[in-house]
T-cell receptor
Framework: EAGVAQSPRYKIIEKRQSVAFWCNPI?????LYWYQQILGQGPKLLIQ????????DSQLPKDRFSAERLKGVDSTLKIQPAKLEDSAVYLC?????????????FGPGTRLLVL | GNSVTQMEGPVTLSEEAFLTINCTYT??????LFWYVQYPGEGLQLLLK?????DKGSNKGFEATYRKETTSFHLEKGSVQVSDSAVYFC???????????????FGRGTQLTVWP
């Protein structure tokens, strides 16, 4: 079974530029998450989708961050404009509740550096 | 609210030493508890989990027991190997409502280095 795919793996931009990250979850997983992991900290949830609907975006800085999950499969996370403090690893995860399974599976992450 | 506190690292051990990484949690409901591991240059991988009180999760020689009375989920391994060097994250999941899955709340992570 293929895992969660993310691209790009690395991105360097200057502040005030925009950037977008892509995630393809495990096939059949209805729930998709985006987490932000700042160096030295644990991941923090930015947004959670169930199919193509938003379940929780309470921690998403909506003035600069946006995310969508068209057709309930792939998802993109965008930052516009970026700030220095957005430098982090952006992790995508997916999960399914089939047969009571609730494990979240993570992709390799996109490491963003804002200069 | 929900939160996880885990012991700060880094932790440095010799091969075959006993490992304990402490994790305590605060939760409003009845969470599931997880340990994730992040090897250098790789993504987060589930190491083990426990979904209710007194459950013991185990994998690759690692164990953790869900202790509701002490709100703890300490990670242990009897004999560590060099290949266990990684960052370990304790996490909890609130169950959410209806058919949705709960978000994960992570601790800050503990860096483990094992020397031969």
């Amino acid at each position: 079974e293929a895992g969660v795919a993310q691209s790009p793996r690395y991105k360097i931009i200057e502040k005030r530029q925009s950037v977008a990250f892509w995630c393809n979850p495990i096939s059949g997983h209805a729930t998709l998450y985006w987490y932000q992991q700042i160096l030295g900290q644990g991941p923090k949830l930015l947004i959670q989708f169930q199919n193509n609907g938003v379940v929780d975006d309470s921690q998403l800085p909506k003035d600069r961050f946006s995310a969508e999950r068209l057709k309930g499969v792939d998802s993109t996370l965008k930052i516009q404009p970026a700030k220095l403090e957005d430098s982090a690893v952006y992790l995508c995860a997916s999960s399914s509740r089939l047969a009571g399974e609730e494990t979240q599976y993570f992709g390799p992450g996109t490491r963003l550096l804002v200069l | 609210g929900n939160s996880v506190t885990q012991m700060e690292g880094p932790v440095t051990l010799s091969e075959e030493a006993f490992l304990t990484i402490n994790c305590t949690y605060t939760a409003t409901g009845y969470p599931s508890l997880f340990w994730y591991v992040q090897y250098p240059g790789e993504g987060l991988q589930l190491l083990l989990k426990a979904t209710k009180a007194d459950d013991k999760g185990s994998n690759k020689g690692f164990e953790a027991t869900y202790r509701k009375e002490t709100t703890s989920f300490h990670l242990e391994k009897g004999s560590v190997q060099v290949s266990d060097s990684a960052v370990y994250f304790c996490a909890l999941s609130d169950q959410g409502g209806g058919s949705t899955l709960g978000r994960l709340y992570f601790g800050r992570g503990t860096q483990l280095t094992v020397w031969p």
